[in-house]
Nanobody, 122 residues
Framework: QVQLVESGGGLVQAGGSLRLSCAAS????????MGWFRQAPGKEREFVAA????????YYADSVKGRFTISKDSAKNTVYLQMDTLDAEDAAVYYC???????????????WGQGTQVTVSS
């Protein structure tokens, strides 16, 4: 059974940084994509960033390009999201996700984590 366990959320001041982690287990992720989505109150869940497990290709939503960096540690089966220059628009519940195709495609996500809250204070 696939499990995705997020950590690292919390409260940060605008302009600050946070690093989220997602520890994955339950299957081999070779050939899969792993990444992050977020959902703010009253808004739809949106794609943030992803990385292909094999090869390490990364891709991002336009809203976070240049501020967020996704990376992975294959030995630990863990994906990270380094978030810099955070602003109020970044406040949301962040969900780890994985699936066999590009995660920014509709229906791509096969498994979700439980989410971790990111709050940005002004």
């Amino acid at each position: 059974q696939v499990q995705l366990v997020e950590s690292g959320g919390g409260l940060v001041q605008a302009g600050g940084s946070l690093r989220l982690s997602c520890a994955a287990s339950g299957r081999t992720f070779v050939g899969y994509h792993m990444g992050w989505f977020r959902q703010a109150p009253g808004k739809e869940r949106e794609f943030v960033a992803a990385i292909r497990w094999s090869g390490g290709r990364t891709y991002y939503a336009d809203s976070v390009k240049g501020r967020f960096t996704i990376s992975k540690d294959s030995a630990k089966n863990t994906v990270y999201l380094q978030m810099d220059t955070l602003d109020a628009e970044d406040a949301a519940v962040y969900y780890c996700a994985t699936g066999p195709i590009d995660l920014d495609l509709i229906g791509a996500v096969a498994y979700w984590g439980q989410g971790t809250q990111v709050t940005v204070s002004s």
